[in-house]
């Protein structure tokens, strides 16, 4: 099919769900990604944190191949050698002592609710129920973990949501001590909302929700699900604040590319499931945990984490120097390589720039642009980014 076949066939008969740009990438390799005409471009978007590790890395790239030819799917009603490995690896290297593995962030978070629901029934009744989450959240569109999503536009049309949900101001104490109360079941937050804004929360914030949390018997859940697996410059973003979670979601970058999730408990909360109270027929398959083990592999190598903090910085420089040449008051926000920033109402305009000149990013509500290259980003691929940006913002703040 070609470009123009590829879009009109897509339009007629794939369910109109998505707003796309209008282009179809068919090949890649580290940071750069190939149109479907040949075109080159550098991927700042990475599948929305997906490719950390960048497109055909070599060694994910064997892994794959060498685990279709051995075996690709059994089911969890047998043992899993990799999905043991990994659930090893990451409870290693996290606060976590068990993981359960399923196949997206919305399905890590509709499990995490379900768990921390078992766990205060078990331990505290029947009444013990209520999800406490943050305006502006996004948790993903499946029932429980839309209606956790603090983001009326994302619910509308879906009513009856499921009861017992509510939301808080990012970095609001007062609204925080309000909320939860012995009804309350768990907090959800992210340590960086992603979908939100790039919104950080803050270190006090955070302290005090577990401080409440504890005082009332309530899980502190840490959706990780896009700021995860290295994207800040640590394993998991929460590790920048010194916090203790109870339950920890995990995907995207997890695959980097295969769909794999993973919740992630202490002992203690994830004892409350016991066989038949949730499962995944994909979840935790030979094929996505042998990557998942793969891409901790490449992660925890030694040096891999404070390059991505270097590069995080190097780029965060560079586009606040962008930001004051071209006059605009904003500053970037954002952590490692997980970066944004607002320009107004001209972000969808500065996105189709970028395009046109060679450069994905991705605009967030409109006016925050986000900046998600692969960890593997070089220097150089941050310079040439960063001088396509420097031509889009002079034409669009001209
Ligand atoms: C923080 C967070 N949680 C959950 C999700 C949902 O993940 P998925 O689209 O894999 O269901 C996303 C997706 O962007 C996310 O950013």
């Known amino acids: ?22 282009l179809a990438l068919v090949k890649g390799q580290g940071t750069v990604v190939w149109d479907s005409d040949g075109k080159r471009y550098l991927d700042f978007v990475t599948g929305l944190a997906v490719t950390s590790l ?6 994910i790239v064997e892994t794959i191949r060498q685990q ?30 068990r993981a359960f593995f399923c196949n997206s962030g919305a399905e ?41 999503t603090g983001q009326q536009k994302y619910q509308e049309g879906y009513e009856p949501l499921p009861e017992g ?31 939100g804004g790039v919104n950080l929360l803050t270190k006090e914030f955070v302290h005090r929700i577990k401080e409440v949390c504890v005082k009332h018997g309530a899980l502190l859940i840490v959706d990780e699900v896009q700021t995860g697996m290295g994207r800040t410059g640590k394993l998991f973003a929460h590790q920048w604040f010194e916090l203790k979670p109870d339950i920890m979601t995990l995907a995207k970058a997890l695959g980097n590319g295969v769909p794999i999730g993973a919740v992630l408990a202490t002992e203690e909360v994830a004892a409350a499931f016991q066989p038949g109270d949730h ?12 990557v998942g083990c793969k891409v901790m ?38 952590l490692g390589l997980m970066l944004g920033l607002s320009v107004g109402p001209c972000g969808p305009e500065i996105v189709s720039y970028c395009l046109q000149n060679g450069l994905l990013i991705n605009c967030i509500g409109g006016t925050v642009l986000r900046f998600l290259p692969p960890l593997t980003v070089t220097i150089e691929e941050i310079d040439e980014a960063s001088a396509i940006l420097d031509r889009t913002f002079a034409r669009a703040f001209s």
């Open 279 to 290: 499962a995944s027929t994909f979840g935790g398959n030979h094929l996505a945990t042998a």
């Open 1 to 22: 099919m070609n470009t123009e076949e590829i879009l009109t066939t897509g339009k007629e008969r794939v369910m109109n769900t998505y707003g796309r740009l209008p």
């Open 297 to 334: 592999e490449i992660m925890t190598r030694e040096g891999f984490l404070t390059e991505v903090q270097i590069k995080g910085e190097y780029f965060k420089q560079k586009l606040q120097l962008l930001a004051q040449k071209y006059g605009l008051k904003a500053q970037v926000r954002g």
């Open 108 to 148: 890590a978070n509709e499990g995490a609710i379900k768990l921390a629901r078992k766990y205060a029934k078990k331990h505290f009744g029947s009444d013990k129920y209520k999800i406490v989450s943050l305006k502006n959240s996004f948790h993903g569109r499946t029932l429980a973990a839309l209606t956790a």
């Open 68 to 97: 279709a030819e051995q075996i690709l799917h059994t089911s969890n009603l047998y043992w899993i050698p990799n999905q043991v490995k990994l659930a090893k690896l990451l409870t290693d290297h996290s606060f976590a002592d």
């Open 165 to 195: 949900f509510s939301y808080i101001e990012i970095n609001n104490i007062e609204q925080l001590e309000e909320a939860i109360d012995a009804q309350t079941a768990a907090v959800m937050i992210e340590p960086i909302q992603g979908e």
């Open 54 to 59: 960048g497109h055909s890395h070599p060694e």
